[in-house]
């Protein structure tokens, strides 16, 4: 509580050098997904454009695991949250 996960709001937005992750961060299971092992490509799904927008069909809405649909996400150490690539649903 208390931490620090960027300098500004707009960092995480624009690639600033603030919008690495400095503290933890809790998937809604309680489990930190920047050192657990069940997280290991560390993605933020956003299903979202660069521009912010609604990224439609890429934001896993209605996926089944027998599915094949992509999703819009970004490592979280890329500095860039909404830079966005397409990743299978399927993936933690």
């Known amino acids: 509580q208390g931490q620090l996960l960027a300098k500004s709001w707009s ?3 624009e690639g600033q050098s603030g ?3 400095r503290g933890p961060i809790y998937s809604f299971n309680g489990r930190n997904i920047l050192t657990d092992p069940v997280w ?10 660069a521009r912010g927008g ?3 069909r890429r934001d896993c ?10 999703g ?3 490592p979280l150490g890329e500095g860039r949250l909404l830079a966005g690539h397409r990743h299978n649903c ?3």
């Open 40 to 49: 290991p490509r560390r993605l933020a799904w956003h299903g979202s454009t």
């Open 54 to 56: 609604h990224a439609r």
């Open 61 to 70: 809405q209605g996926w089944r695991s027998s599915g094949a649909a992509e």
């Open 19 to 21: 919008a690495t992750p």
């Open 72 to 74: 819009m996400a970004t």
């Open 90 to 92: 399927s993936m933690p």
């Open 11 to 13: 960092s995480l937005f």
